[in-house]
């Protein structure tokens, strides 16, 4: 017998995950389990959690989304589950989300991925995804089809079957935050498994934004964007095509950043050159406190 659980990561968003909990009680397909991870929250979370007897929880220093994911589908796979629907704390789910994934065509072994709307705005996408041929921002430019192929936003209701996670393994936490996702996706490519967006189940999501342009001192996240992009590359590519690729790619970024009109210019060259440096010469190892971009950048705005 099939059985699905829903893996939640949070972090210091209590509000956002009782939201988001309560959408996950609330499905038309009942789940059998319902795994949170806790990524070191510091705002009630824990206390909150304690208090709820239906949930599996872990609680771990904070590692970023990749971490969490890494470390909830990691137990949800050891606890024999046959999928797993992967989730941010500030997504909601309609309350068909996940039955619409599982009466979605049977493509075996495979990732499903609910469609990402935007929360404030119910007739756009959450995140936008350009393809040669097509271009999906509206919510109209995914219905009408059963499925969508080679288009999902992970992790924002993402099923994953186990058979993906014995093949491929789990989230690099190496990866930390910001990239995570698409590696996770473009490896499971790699290895063949069908990656689909399901637009009859809807997941709402905060709408993505220009993360070119966040203001600082919060533009670091943008760091693990840039030196995550490599790995991405190496896995649609090839290790070193991809790392040429990359290089590129990089190099043209960070020049960009140079000449940008933009506040702050100097702290976004030095940071995305700090990021391509590091990834390729393979340093993954750097948390936000030891980004040298932000440690200047405090240094200078005391």
């Known amino acids: 017998m099939e059985t699905i659980a829903a893996l939640v990561v949070t972090y210091n968003r209590l509000a956002d995950l009782q939201k988001c909990l309560d959408t996950l009680r609330e499905q038309t397909h009942k789940l059998d389990a319902i795994f949170i991870v806790n990524n070191g929250s510091t705002d009630g979370t824990a206390e909150w959690l304690a208090t709820q007897t239906d949930l599996l929880v872990t609680t771990q220093a904070n590692l970023g989304g990749a971490g969490g994911f890494a470390t909830g589908i990691d137990t949800a796979y050891r606890a024999g589950h ?7 704390d500030d997504c909601l789910a ?15 072994p495979c990732i499903k991925n609910s469609m990402s709307v935007s ?12 393809r040669p041929n097509q271009a999906y921002r509206k ?5 009408g089809v059963d499925l969508i192929y ?10 994953v079957h186990r058979k993906v996670v014995e093949t491929i393994g789990i989230p690099d936490k190496n990866l930390f935050i910001w990239g995570d996702e698409v590696e996770y996706m473009t490896r499971a490519q790699k290895n063949g498994f069908p990656i689909v967006t399901v637009p009859r189940s809807v997941f709402y999501h905060p709408a993505s934004f220009d993360r070119d342009g966040i203001p600082w001192p919060a533009a670091w996240k943008q760091y693990y ?7 991405v590359l190496q896995n ?9 690729l990359y290089a590129s790619w990089a190099a043209k970024a960070t020049l960009q950043q140079a000449v940008a009109q933009r506040d702050n210019r100097l702290y976004n060259f030095l940071l995305y050159g700090e990021a391509a440096l590091d990834s390729l010469t393979g340093n993954f190892d750097k948390r936000p406190d030891t980004i040298r971009t932000l440690q200047f950048y405090k240094w200078r705005n005391k």
Do not use: Y
């Open 82 to 88: 046959t999928w797993i629907w992967c989730m941010d």
């Open 139 to 143: 919510v109209s430019d995914m219905t």
């Open 236 to 244: 649609q590519f090839g290790n070193t095509l991809g790392r040429m």
């Open 225 to 231: 964007a840039v030196r995550n992009q490599r790995r």
């Open 94 to 108: 309609a309350p068909d989300a996940l039955a619409a994934l599982v009466a979605a065509p049977n493509l075996g």
């Open 119 to 130: 929360v404030n705005s119910r007739d756009e996408l959450a995140f936008f995804v350009d």
């Open 150 to 159: 080679g288009v999902a936003s992970f992790f924002n209701g993402t099923l």
